[in-house]
């Protein structure tokens, strides 16, 4: 599925999609008496969703801190070289490193913007010098240390 193939939803995939973003534990009875239909239509429409692409996965919602995971930050990264290979290799790096959780590529001074976890300053320290700096396209890394976090979602608006 290519990224402009869309799904126009309906009311009831957008309920589905709430109540499973709210809870993805809930049985498929519980999910159909919360959204008003057989457990067999619901089944159905969930299978629909996620062989569409739109639920592209079920998981636990983590608490960094309370893992051992303290050092929070956003580093924005720009490269040095931006040919096919260079850059192919710094994606193909990053989507791999447990540390990276999120990676964007942007437009503007940077191009790309990693949310970074780490135990502490000392694992973030041996994440910049034995992998990031390691990898021979990166130009410069900007480390923006987060101090709080104000507001985390993973749920999309739907």
């Known amino acids: 599925m290519f990224m402009s193939d869309r799904i126009d939803l309906q009311d009831l995939d957008r309920a589905i999609l709430r109540a499973l973003q709210q809870d993805c534990r809930l049985s498929n009875a519980q999910l159909a008496e919360r959204v008003g239909l057989s457990p067999s239509a619901c089944w159905r429409r969930v299978r629909m969703l996620e062989e569409a692409g739109v639920i592209s996965g079920y998981a636990a919602t983590v608490d960094p801190d309370r893992a051992g995971l303290e050092f929070h930050a956003i580093v924005h990264v720009r490269l040095a070289r931006h040919d096919r290979e260079a ?67 993973s749920v999309v608006p739907v």
């Not at 290799?89 to 959780?101: A, G, K």
């Not at 999120?102 to 992998?131: I, K, N, P, S, W």
Request: with cysteine; net charge negative.
């Open 87 to 153: 850059v192919q290799r710094v994606m193909t790096e990053l989507t791999v490193r447990p540390e990276v959780v999120e990676c964007f590529a942007t437009t503007g001074q940077y191009d790309y913007h990693l949310r970074v976890l780490c135990a502490d300053m000392t694992a973030y320290r041996h994440f910049l010098d034995d992998f990031l700096f390691r990898l021979p396209a990166i130009e410069s890394a900007q480390t923006n240390v987060v101090l709080e976090s104000i507001k985390r979602r």
